[in-house]
């Protein structure tokens, strides 16, 4: 499927559709360093721009949109004036381009706060309005650990599938292939490991040096404090963050032998990207990148659903 990718980022997202045999013909960001690791990664089809200034008649049609928008405005208090809210922008264009472009699909990405912002209300009229714009909507909750990521992230996936298309073509969400040792059943392959992922890893500075193998000299304190609790190396990691550490920088998780905090490159095997995948920027930038990626293998597994879709057999 021609697939148009907001908020593109590094290009997690989009690197696991292309793998699941898909092509992106039309990517955006508005963060230069991620436009360049794309760039050098993926492919040169994104544009560096603010959506909100860009015209849906400069985006090629597509079978599919995607993208992860920022939720911050969904709050209670706001849902009265949620319009005017200037956090709601971003949700407010990823709208706006599928309502005009009309693709077959659609697929956004979100934390799973947003099943409860706003008492629940903030979801409701997120269907509500893809509803409106013509789409029949489904939302899900994933741990990406259950799909051979070694990470527990867990996100929410709001599909859509144009009305007029039929039923027997909605987008059906993928089953997982991994799941919780203690929980072995039906065949499945127990979690991959933060400790087996990095197993073959060898420590920054040696001979083998790989692509943004440098790490955070941020103190690890060993406190019950998200990105300063201790790893265990015999369960996924814990959530690659995106976020600061209230001075600026972002904390990054430690390795699992806890003596230090994991390097860029090994958080981007967390999130399943290639071992040669390199980004572009400062420490603190690719690290953000790297946070704010949706994982490889995850995406591959949406990209392989929509390869599945009987829709397929109908345009072919």
């Given amino acids: 499927m021609r697939i148009v990718s907001l908020f593109s980022g590094a290009g997690g ?14 990517a955006n ?6 436009v360049a690791t794309y760039k050098g990664n993926i492919g040169t089809e994104i544009v560096l721009g603010d959506i909100c200034k860009i015209s849906s008649m400069q985006i090629p049609d597509c079978d599919v949109v995607v993208g992860g928008f920022p939720c911050q405005g969904f709050s209670q208090a706001n849902m009265l004036r949620f319009d005017e809210d200037e956090r709601n922008r971003l949700y407010l264009e990823f709208l706006r381009i599928v309502r005009e472009k009309q693709p077959l699909y659609f697929l956004a990405e979100n934390v799973r706060g947003i099943l409860s912002l706003a008492g629940g209300r903030a979801i409701q009229k997120i269907e509500a309005d893809f509803a409106d714009a013509g789409y029949r909507v489904s939302k899900r909750l994933f741990n990406v650990a259950d799909f051979g990521v070694p990470q527990m992230r867990r996100r929410v996936i709001i599909a859509g599938t144009r009305q007029d298309l039929p039923e027997a073509a909605d987008f059906i969400f993928p089953d997982p292939t991994h799941c919780d040792p203690s929980k072995m059943n039906g065949g499945l392959k127990p979690w991959l490991t933060i400790g087996e992922c990095l197993e073959d890893i060898p420590e920054p500075g040696s001979t083998n040096e790989l692509p943004n193998h440098v790490f955070s000299k941020y103190k690890v304190t060993n406190r019950n404090f998200t990105g300063h609790r201790t790893t265990d190396p015999n369960k996924p990691s814990p959530t690659i963050l995106a976020r600061g550490n209230g001075k600026g920088g972002v904390c990054a998780i430690q390795h699992p032998r806890n003596h230090r905090r994991m390097s860029i490159r090994e958080q981007a095997l967390i999130q399943a990207f290639p071992l040669k995948f390199e980004f572009i920027g400062g420490m603190n930038s690719c690290y953000r990148q790297v946070g704010n990626a949706v994982p490889v293998l995850f995406a591959k597994a949406l990209g392989q659903q929509l390869a599945k879709t009987s829709i397929l057999k109908e345009v072919a």
């Fill in 29 to 34: 960001d508005f963060d230069a360093d991620a």
């Fill in 13 to 26: 997202l989009d690197l696991g559709l292309i793998q699941a045999g898909h092509e992106i013909i039309w």
